[in-house]
């Protein structure tokens, strides 16, 4: 289930909240034990499921939609709030609570899409941290994970008789599958954290993350009724992918946007397209000296004529 968050403070992905005193201070790995279970009789159940800010991933998004059977446009507008990712100029989108604070979807019985959860919930009471250090840009470096406990005085699940190890945990949840899907998602928000604040993503750009992050539909359209494909140099093969399989699709445009945000060489630009770019950037240099030059000229030529009007006035002037 997700997490409580009763002082409303913000929480980052996943579990982890910039007020550490509910994080356990113990780095855990896949094979670190924990004790703890969730069910309906557990006195607390549900408690944990109001006054939270549950940050939807790309996946997420697709299969609650799927699930409620309606399009990506309606999802955003009737279940989510937008919002920057924690800390950085990220746009992205959290579930909109109702006017009790609570999840939409959430009963007192229990989730109406506990199946299709989103990542957020399916990870608690553990946190996932997951990130690069400051500056380092190094392509393919794996970036340090690891993982930690959360424990909150309300949650009565800790004292429950079941113990498990994380890697257990997280395939019973299934939050290994969810990794799997959401890591290039997950690894552009790191890398654009280690940026850091003296780098700002341009409003285009922030536009472009948004519609490929939140609206499936949308990405696909640009893809082949643009001129992407005039653009970028792909193969039959992946087309026929992103073309039929929404998770092919997914993972497509995190590497479009890795390659558009951070020029990675994830996506391939065609050969004529980079000449005529450069011939065109030529030109425009070349054309930038002859404007420079013609300014040039037409200021002297001002500044000649009022020189020639001052003298001539001063030669009238001694007659």
């Given at each position: 289930m997700a997490e409580n968050n009763s002082s409303s403070k913000e929480k980052a992905l996943f579990g982890l909240d910039k007020n550490p005193s509910n994080i356990m201070p113990e780095k855990l790995t896949l094979d670190s034990k924990i004790q703890f279970r969730c069910h309906p009789g557990v006195s607390c159940f549900t408690a944990c499921c109001g006054n939270i800010n549950i940050v939807l991933t790309p996946?997420?998004?697709?299969?609650?939609?799927?699930?409620?059977?309606?399009?990506?446009?309606?999802?955003?507008?009737?279940?989510?709030?937008?919002?920057?990712?924690?800390?950085?100029?990220?746009?992205?989108?959290?579930?909109?609570?109702?006017?009790?604070?609570?999840?939409?979807?959430?009963?007192?019985?229990?989730?109406?899409?506990?199946?299709?959860?989103?990542?957020?919930?399916?990870?608690?009471?553990?946190?996932?941290?997951?990130?690069?250090?400051?500056?380092?840009?190094?392509?393919g470096k794996e970036a340090e994970q690891f993982f930690f406990i959360v424990k909150e005085d309300h949650c009565k699940g800790h004292e429950e008789d079941k113990t498990w190890t994380i890697r257990e945990w997280r395939k019973d949840q299934g939050t290994d599958?969810?990794?799997?899907?959401?890591?290039?998602?997950?690894?552009?928000?790191?890398?654009?954290?280690?940026?850091?604040?003296?780098a700002t993503l341009s409003?285009?750009?922030?536009?472009?993350?948004?519609?490929?992050?939140?609206?499936?539909?949308?990405?696909?359209?640009?893809?082949?009724?643009?001129?992407?494909?005039?653009?970028?140099?792909?193969?039959?093969?992946?087309?026929?992918?992103?073309?039929?399989?929404?998770?092919?699709?997914?993972?497509?445009?995190?590497?479009?946007?890795?390659?558009?945000?951070?020029?990675?060489?994830?996506?391939?630009?065609?050969?004529?397209?980079?000449?005529?770019?450069?011939a065109a950037m030529k030109e425009g240099q070349a054309g930038a000296v002859d404007r420079a030059e013609e300014t040039y000229k037409e200021l002297k030529r001002d500044y000649d004529q009022l020189k020639k009007d001052i003298d001539d006035k001063k030669a009238k002037g001694t007659k």
């Open positions: 996946y997420d998004i697709l299969i609650l939609k799927n699930r409620i059977g309606i399009d990506s446009d309606e999802f955003l507008l009737r279940y989510t709030k937008p919002v920057f990712l924690e800390k950085t100029d990220m746009p992205g989108v959290q579930l909109n609570l109702t006017a009790e604070g609570r999840c939409p979807f959430v009963t007192d019985e229990g989730c109406l899409v506990y199946t299709d959860r989103p990542s957020a919930c399916r990870y608690y009471p553990i946190g996932l941290a997951n990130f690069h250090e400051r500056g380092d840009e190094t392509e599958v969810r990794d799997e899907i959401n890591r290039g998602w997950m690894e552009l928000v790191m890398r654009r954290k280690s940026h850091g604040i003296q409003e285009q750009a922030q536009k472009m993350f948004f519609m490929t992050s939140t609206n499936l539909e949308k990405f696909k359209d640009f893809i082949f009724n643009s001129s992407f494909l005039d653009v970028y140099e792909i193969d039959q093969e992946t087309l026929d992918k992103i073309q039929n399989d929404d998770i092919e699709l997914l993972k497509f445009s995190y590497l479009y946007m890795a390659s558009s945000i951070f020029g990675t060489q994830d996506l391939k630009i065609k050969e004529e397209k980079i000449k005529a770019k450069a």
